[in-house]
């Protein structure tokens, strides 16, 4: 072996690819569009409580998480998921057990 280690994005980060997670971060407002499709009407001012901490705040200040395999929302102050989106054959299937409530 020749000393090195692999697996992480940028030396000395904790979590492999967490630097590229990191960076990826959005607001709810990016899934403002995804929201009106799922509960037709405008959500992003909705206010939700995480289930796991009881953190409470609007959808639009929510972290959010878009890649190929789906959207995937997560509470800023526990990072617990939230609400989860993936579209198969043409249906959006939904996700929300991670919240306490949305209204």
Request: glycine residues 14%.
């Amino acid at each position: 072996m020749d000393g090195t280690t692999s697996g992480s994005a940028v030396p000395g980060s904790a979590v492999p690819g967490s630097a590229v997670l990191e960076s990826a971060v959005l607001d709810g407002n990016a899934i403002g569009g995804l929201l009106i499709e799922v509960f037709g009407t405008e959500m992003t001012t909705a206010v939700g409580t995480c289930g796991s901490c009881g953190a409470v705040s609007q959808v639009a200040e929510l972290a959010v998480y878009v890649h190929g395999l789906g959207t995937v929302v997560r509470c800023r102050a526990c990072e617990a998921v939230l609400m989860t989106f993936v579209r198969i054959r043409g249906v959006t299937c939904v996700d929300l057990q991670g919240l306490a409530s949305l209204s």
